[in-house]
């Protein structure tokens, strides 16, 4: 059946996106969700909850050492490939 203009704006009238609520973190004073962990500093209810800057340190340690390791088979391809031009030749195949 058909709806009228104002039947239809009246059932998506409740369509419309609402602001999201924050709130200030109490240990750095930014926003974050409420009831939720600040994400900035790990804090909720005025307590630590996750030690975000460990997790950061672990974080950056496992990807310079991925790096490091990356660089390194790179390194020890292009040596291979130089120091023996016909085993080059035959990967190529």
């Known amino acids: 059946m058909r709806h009228t203009r104002g039947h239809s704006g009246n059932r998506r009238s409740h369509h419309a996106l609402k602001a999201e609520n924050l709130s200030l973190c109490s240990h750095c004073g930014k926003p974050h969700r409420p009831h939720h962990m600040c994400l900035e500093c790990g804090y909720y209810n005025?307590?630590?909850?996750?030690?975000?800057?460990?997790?950061?340190?672990?974080?950056?340690?496992?990807?310079?050492?991925?790096?490091?390791?990356?660089?390194?088979?790179?390194?020890?391809?292009?040596?291979g490939s130089a120091a023996n031009p016909e085993a080059a030749s035959t990967e190529k195949k």
Do not use: Y
Request: charged share 45%.
């Open 46 to 79: 005025g307590r630590q909850v996750m030690d975000l800057e460990s997790l950061k340190a672990k974080r950056d340690a496992r990807m310079t050492a991925k790096r490091e390791q990356i660089k390194l088979s790179k390194g020890n391809a292009d040596e």
